[in-house]
C-alpha cells in the first residue's frame, strides 16, 4: 500500500483554469464589472432623489430593472445602495447610464431654510398651547 501524496500548502504556481465544457454556463461578469466607456459619472450625492420615468425595457439589465421597480417613489441613492447591496459607486455608474438612458430622473433634495418662518413658529407654539 502507497501513502497518499502530500500537497504543497502554497503551491509554487497556481492551477490552471478547467475549460468549460460544452453547454456549461459560467457566471456573467456584471457591466459595472467589466466598465464601460470610462466617461464621466453624473454629479450625485448620498441624498439624491431618484424617481423612475419609464418601467424597465427588456433590454435592461438586473440592476437597472431592480433600480426602476424600487424608484416608483422618490429614494436617494444611499437607500438604492442599501437596499440593493451594492457599494454607492456602482449605483452611481448604474444611475449614470440610466440617466443618460432617460429611464430615471435626479432630484436635488431641498435646502431648509436657516431659520424657520415666524407664522410657522407661531402656529405651533399656539397649537402646543392648546394641549
Given at each position: 500500500?502507497?501513502?497518499?501524496?502530500?500537497?504543497?500548502?502554497?503551491?509554487?504556481?497556481?492551477?490552471?483554469?478547467?475549460?468549460?465544457?460544452?453547454?456549461?454556463?459560467?457566471?456573467?461578469?456584471?457591466?459595472?464589472?467589466?466598465?464601460?466607456?470610462?466617461?464621466?459619472?453624473?454629479?450625485?450625492?448620498?441624498?439624491?432623489?431618484?424617481?423612475?420615468?419609464?418601467?424597465?425595457?427588456?433590454?435592461?439589465?438586473?440592476?437597472?430593472?431592480?433600480?426602476?421597480?424600487?424608484?416608483?417613489?422618490?429614494?436617494?441613492?444611499?437607500?438604492?445602495?442599501?437596499?440593493l447591496s451594492l457599494p454607492?459607486?456602482?449605483?452611481?455608474?448604474?444611475?449614470t447610464q440610466m440617466l443618460a438612458d432617460?429611464?430615471?430622473?435626479?432630484?436635488?433634495?431641498?435646502?431648509?431654510?436657516?431659520?424657520?418662518?415666524?407664522?410657522?413658529?407661531?402656529?405651533?407654539?399656539?397649537?402646543?398651547?392648546?394641549?
Amino acid at each position: 500500500m502507497t501513502p497518499p501524496q502530500r500537497q504543497r500548502r502554497y503551491p509554487s504556481q497556481p492551477p490552471a483554469p478547467e475549460p468549460a465544457a460544452v453547454g456549461e454556463r459560467r457566471n456573467p461578469e456584471r457591466m459595472f464589472v467589466v466598465g464601460g466607456d470610462g466617461g464621466d459619472r453624473a454629479n450625485l450625492d448620498l441624498v439624491t432623489l431618484i424617481v423612475a420615468r419609464a418601467d424597465p425595457p427588456p433590454s435592461a439589465t438586473p440592476e437597472q430593472t431592480a433600480l426602476l421597480r424600487l424608484c416608483t417613489a422618490p429614494l436617494s441613492v444611499a437607500e438604492l445602495s442599501a437596499y440593493l447591496s451594492l457599494p454607492f459607486s456602482v449605483v452611481t455608474v448604474v444611475l449614470t447610464q440610466m440617466l443618460a438612458d432617460e429611464l430615471v430622473e435626479a432630484h436635488k433634495p431641498l435646502v431648509r431654510q436657516s431659520v424657520a418662518d415666524r407664522s410657522l413658529l407661531e402656529a405651533v407654539m399656539h397649537g402646543l398651547q392648546k394641549l
